[in-house]
């Protein structure tokens, strides 16, 4: 359908919203009438042609066969489809025979949705049709509604009609009642202010999916096709993809049976979908409804090839609780296995952020895929997603294992960027991936990124925020770049770009780098008057104090009620624990005594300030011991962090003093992966040295014993390693010369992924010279003073 046509039957249809519906509804619920009342006319005006052979079919099985339940083959081959209507009644009928009755019409109406077959009362329910049809027949508004879809001036079939005039009406397709259903969709949402939806997948997107998807085995199909969509939506992306290996005057010619599958979450694009599959002949069971993360409702199939436009930036927060059990994930299809950094294998965490569940979707289709065992072709995906995908998720993250998984497992083939505005309700960009678990030789271990984000043509008038679209020549030169798997750089009238990367140039290593602690110390009255309260509860337990005095320590439960209702008042919302623990008197009682036992120490220590932590700690370790005070471990170390801060000029603050010799040694070696020279870049010092220091012949400048020091989490960093470097040689070259004290904590590192089109396909555009900037500024300062002297008449 040309975009002439589109507009002129969504302006027709809307119309009739306009005029039957506008004093019987408000405008935003316009749609509870119009999308299935174009439904109907779609179904109802396709039974029209062999109602007469339904009805003698009917009454062969009533009169003659004395059948007390129909054979639906029996009538489903009389209706020429997958579903029929044993009423006398059709849409034009009940339009041509109404008379004033609303009640009479009402009654007829009723008995024609009951003649339906099943599959479609089911999408009547979905509509929920049959109120609506009451309710306009209590508001006298029926018979107009009647009268506006059965007007042979619009044609709402999937077939070409002439108007009265004998004028073409275009066939309205699954895709272009999928163009006309987002457009009346947009306009009811805006009507009640709310977002438009899901995004409609544009009819040459879906051309160029199929292209991609086909093409490179079109002499290799399986003689039986399945074609899934776990979000199909309207269904226009299956029928489309049938449609392409199964025309006759195209490039495929299949040979084979095609089989459609999907499931759509809307109860309104899923009776859509539902009904097209229908007027198609396929079977209309393989479409079902629900959300397809909160139940695998294909689970043990699996397909030859998916394709879909699932919903992106959008929460699935709803579905979480069938996913996941607290953190543990239970659904099997987002659960993976991948190895950490030493090549041990565990199960991770497949799954992204609540906030956005598209990559969930992909995940989905990666396990349907078909096993080269199950089929030579395995499977083939493609699977439209925003910039979000590529680069979301820190490493370790789920949507970093996803891209991990993908990539490691090759099966990522291409990713294609398309141009921005391309869609009908959005205009981000927007990137297609295609997967494989069944690559050609030479693209394996390889991924290849297209940039066809300057590929397209405007169009003369918006859909949407569609303004521009792929035409033909534009498809060609992707899919001619995708197939031959070109390098090609944009230059001039080169408006494409691509380029052919190896698996491991997408991975990194997130690698921590620590700096020690170095802590001065100092007994004062204000950190030893911090000891009172609780860290967490700092606010409430102070206002107690100052408010109710020492008496919090003899009977708190006595000011409970006060201090709660404070709390209250001002806001700080605690938890059910923090409440309990702030009216209990073991707290108050801990904070007296860490707040008694500071003093004591203060009395030994005065307010002498200490650079060397380690020879304060010990210090107060032989106050406590030599003077009996009663401090237990916890108490020591809440005391001796009120007392200290950070201080680059203080001494670094020791962890453990350590031998490392013999199968010790070499097991921290091997596990490293260094020499024992290089000990000091892993955070092991040699007792006596610098960690700079070496012996005169490179030999470690130590007796075997080792420092390593506490780390000072304000001054942690990471560092994303490429996967194709050392560690250690990245260490060397970009931290070390700048952080001299720095170390690698191996321990923590992790392996992520990610693909950022800007850092390949960025090009530097230099600015232009400030003479030639200058120029313009005074061209356009005396092209304004003229004006103005125009203006004023003062020339």
Known sequence: MNTTS??????????????????????????????????????????EPTKEAVLQELAFQRDEAKFTEWDENGLRDASGYVFYNTSKWTLQLLHDTATNSQQILLANFEDYLNGFSDNVKEIIDKFKLRSQVRHMAAKDV??????????????????????????????????????????????????????????????????LMTHIIFDPIKDTLPPVMTIYDPACGSGGMLTEAQNFIKDEEGVIKALGDVYLFGKEINDETYAICKSDMMIKGNDPENIRVGSTLSTDEFAGTSFDFMLSNPPYGKSWSSEQKYIKDGKDVIDPRFKIVLSDYWGVEEEVDATPRSSDGQLLFLMEMVSKMKSLSQSASGSRIASVHNGSS????????????????????????????????????????????????????????KVQLIDAGQLFRKLRKNLGNKNCEFAPEHINEILKV?????????????????????????????????????LKAQFTEE???????????????????????????????????????????????????????????????????????????????????????????????QTIKSEKLDASAADKKAILNAVSWYDADAEKVIKKKEKLSGDKLQK??????????????????????????????????????????????????????????????????????????????????????????????????PLRPIEAVTKDILELEQQSDGLIAEILNLV
Not at 392 to 399: I, S
Not at 490 to 498: L, M, P, R, V
Not at 706 to 720: A, G, K
């Open 527 to 621: 950190r030893i008057e911090s000891l009172r309260y609780d860290r967490i509860l700092q606010e409430p337990m102070q206002y107690a104090y100052e408010t109710f005095g020492d008496s919090v320590y003899k009977d708190i439960s006595l000011h409970a009620k006060a201090i709660l209702d404070w709390c209250e008042q001002n806001d700080l919302n605690l938890s059910a624990a923090n409440k309990k623990k702030l009216t209990k008197k073991e707290t108050w009682k801990k904070h007296q005594h860490l707040l008694s036992l500071a003093k004591k120490l203060e009395v030994h220590f005065g307010d002498k300030v200490f650079s060397d932590y380690n020879a304060f700690e010990n210090e107060v370790s």
């Open 390 to 445: 590529l680069f979301t998720g820190d490493a370790g993250g789920g949507e970093s294992n996803i891209r991990r998984y993908i990539i490691e497992n090759d099966w990522l083939e291409a990713i294609v960027q398309m141009p921005n505005n391309l869609f009908y309700n959005t205009g981000i960009t927007t990137y297609i991936w295609i997967l494989s678990n069944n690559k050609a030789t030479q693209r394996k271990g």
């Open 482 to 518: 995708y197939t031959e798997m070109q390098a090609v750089e944009s230059e001039g009238e080169n408006q494409i770009a691509a380029q052919v990367f190896d698996n491991e140039d997408f991975g990194y290593y997130k690698v921590t780098i620590e700096r020690p602690k170095r």
């Open 668 to 765: 921290l070696l091997q596990h490293l992966g260094c020499q024992e020279t290089d000990l000091a870049d892993f955070g092991f010092f040699p007792m006596g040295h610098t960690e700079r220091s070496r012996s005169a012949k490179g030999e470690p400048a130590s007796r075997g014993w080792y420092l390593t020091y506490e780390t000072e989490s304000d001054l942690r960093d990471t560092e994303n390693v490429p996967l194709k470097e050392s560690i250690h040689d990245y260490f060397l070259k970009e931290v070390k010369p700048h952080v001299a004290e720095a170390w690698i904590n191996l321990d923590t590192t992790k392996i992520g992924y990610e693909i950022s089109f800007n850092k390949y396909f960025y090009k530097h555009t």
């Open 6 to 47: 589109h507009n002129k039957l969504v302006s027709f249809i809307w119309s009739i919203a306009d005029d039957c519906l506008r004093d019987v509804y408000v405008r935003g619920k316009y749609r509870d009438v119009i999308l299935p009342m174009v439904v109907l006319r779609r179904l109802d005006a396709l039974l």
């Open 142 to 207: 029926l018979l107009d509604v009647l009268e506006k879809f059965t007007s042979s001036h619009i044609n709402l079939t999937p077939f070409e009609k002439e108007d009265p005039e004998g004028r073409k009406l275009p066939a309205l397709t699954n895709l272009g009642m999928g163009y006309v259903f987002e457009e009346l969709i947009r306009k009811f949402n805006e009507e009640n202010n709310e977002e438009a939806g899901e995004h409609f997948t544009p009819r040459e997107v879906i051309d």
